[in-house]
């Protein structure tokens, strides 16, 4: 019995030391070999080695304990440091950046929305992974059990684990001296690039979450909107223009980056007449709330610190300064039109925060226009650009008051496969994708002529990141994340006005509208 017992724990041993090392590797495959911005200088790789170890080390022991399975247990440690390799992996081929602590509370999206996530993932990855759980089941039927405890004792101790993690977690997330001293010795970026680079994936998340728990309670009162007195009326006697704010998904003049011709005449025009230039930015292939969030408040998502991987966490939870709030001061009615789940990035609750009278989803939008509840309204899954733009353009010419309306687009959403609109499956993916860059272009001549038929608006229009077309992905030297943006109307090009090129920061946006 004894030696039996004693084969066992050096199986076990044997295991722990194997998965260790696969992770350890994993971690510094995955870990940039050049640093992707001057902010660190200094790197200290073997936090990842022990953060490797202290991850092997928690979960482990519970996949033992849940299975009673050796093999079982250890292969399927091997399947998850797989799993977490390969989509590592697969989100720096698409959007140049690495997985980040925040990554985890997009969880609950993934699962509502999975083509919007799980989209992108190569086509065989999902028989292979139902191969993967099949043959893991079968598996786990054959081998037999460790039986070093029954089964009330492995669920008391599995239980004991959570507790105890529970525990040790509410005791990091408060604030310490020794803990935040220890943190003082790695220099953080809060870019997500740079800090994988000095610390690898898993250092790199270690310290962010540490980071996250000392301090989130400091950025959220530093980032808070103060009191009332702030927003003050200081409404002008003058008769105000509507404002109207573009968002457009995934856009980006296609062929000022390629030899592709252009499929944007009337954008094109109002970029060499009125005011534009490049929109830049540290992300590329998805994060719209970073960019969103940037141009709505002023504040540069690095500020954040942690929250800056995902500040729409920050401000589903607090009122923040932002564009609309300041518009309502000068005497606008402040209103966001997105043709989506309006839940989606907790828009429902993000806007309210940010100084918006009213959210406009898709639900709303088909109730109170059932003509944006046609077929005709519709590029494949969602709102066709030239409606919404058009509908944008009816609905500030009905208004009374004035009004700031911020669009966000969704057509231009990738990925851009086979099923993306009819006829998709006869194009190829750019082409697909400049079908909808056509449709804005014809959305936008639709606001032009409105502005030249007597609707008084101004219209700041941008791009909220690179679309994660293969095209781009594979370019060398890679492509920049730069976007673009352009404003037009009053004194813009509609009018004939003097053009204005400027490169940005998101953050300094707004200052065009």
């Not at 076990?12 to 090392?21: D, E, R, S």
């Not at 690039?193 to 310290?207: F, I, K, S």
């Not at 719209?288 to 940037?294: I, K, L």
Request: hydrophobic share 45%.
């Amino acid at each position: 019995m004894i030696k039996t017992h004693m084969m066992t724990w050096l199986m076990v041993a044997g295991g722990f030391t194997g998965l260790f090392l696969l992770l350890a590797l994993a971690n510094r495959l995955s870990t940039p070999s050049a640093p992707p911005t001057t902010l660190l200088a200094v790197r200290s790789l073997r936090l990842g080695d022990k953060a490797a170890f202290g991850v092997v080390a928690l979960v482990y022991p519970l996949l033992l304990l849940a299975l009673d399975r050796f093999w079982g247990a250890t292969l399927l440690g091997v399947g998850l440091i797989i799993l977490l390799w390969a989509g590592n992996r697969l989100k720096v081929a698409i959007l140049s950046e690495a997985l980040v602590f925040s990554d985890v509370f997009l969880a609950g999206h993934a699962l509502r929305y999975p083509r919007l996530y799980f989209g992108y993932a190569p086509g065989w990855v999902w028989p292979l992974l139902i191969v993967a759980l099949g043959v893991g089941g079968w598996g786990l039927s054959i081998e037999a059990p460790l039986g070093i405890l029954d089964g009330w004792g492995r669920s008391g101790l599995i239980a004991g684990a959570f507790l105890v993690f529970l525990l040790v977690g509410r005791r990091l997330s408060r604030p310490s001296r020794r803990i935040r001293e220890r943190l003082g010795r790695f220099a953080l970026s809060f870019d997500a690039q740079t800090d994988v680079w000095a610390y690898t994936p898993l250092g790199a998340a270690l310290l962010h979450l540490l980071w996250h728990g000392q301090y989130r309670e400091r950025l959220r009162e530093r980032f808070t909107l103060k009191a009332e007195s702030d927003r003050e009326s200081t409404v002008s006697e003058k008769p105000l223009p509507h404002r109207l704010l573009i968002q457009a998904e995934s856009f980006v003049p296609l062929h000022q980056l390629t030899a592709r011709a252009s499929c944007t005449p009337t954008i094109d025009r109002l970029m060499a007449q009125a005011s534009s230039g490049a929109l830049l930015l540290d992300w590329r292939g998805a994060y719209t709330m970073r960019t969103e969030f940037a141009v709505l408040t002023g504040i540069a998502p690095r500020e954040l610190e942690t929250y800056g991987f995902d500040p729409y966490r920050l401000a589903a939870m607090r009122p923040m300064q932002s564009m609309a709030w300041k518009m309502k001061k000068q005497g606008y009615r402040t209103v966001v039109c997105h043709p989506n789940d309006g839940r989606f990035f907790e828009r429902c609750r993000v806007m309210k925060h940010l100084g918006f009278d009213e959210l406009i989803d898709l639900q709303v939008l088909r109730r109170r226009w059932p003509s944006m509840a046609d077929a005709s309204a519709y590029c494949g899954r969602y709102i066709h650009d030239k409606a919404l733009l058009t509908w944008a353009a009816d609905y500030l010419r009905a208004q009374t008051t004035p009004t700031f309306l911020f669009v966000i687009t969704m057509e231009a959403h990738g990925p851009w496969d086979k099923s993306k609109f009819p006829g998709a499956q006869k194009l190829t993916e750019e082409e697909r994708y400049e079908t909808h860059l056509g449709h804005l272009d014809e959305g936008v001549s639709a606001l032009v002529k409105a502005q030249e038929a007597g609707l008084r608006a101004s219209v700041l229009m941008y791009g909220d990141h690179l679309p994660g077309l293969r095209l781009l992905r594979e370019r060398k030297p890679p492509t920049a994340s730069s976007t673009c943006w352009v404003a037009w109307g009053g004194e813009g090009a509609a009018r004939g006005g003097q053009a204005e090129r400027r490169n940005l920061r998101p953050e300094a946006l707004s200052r065009f509208l």
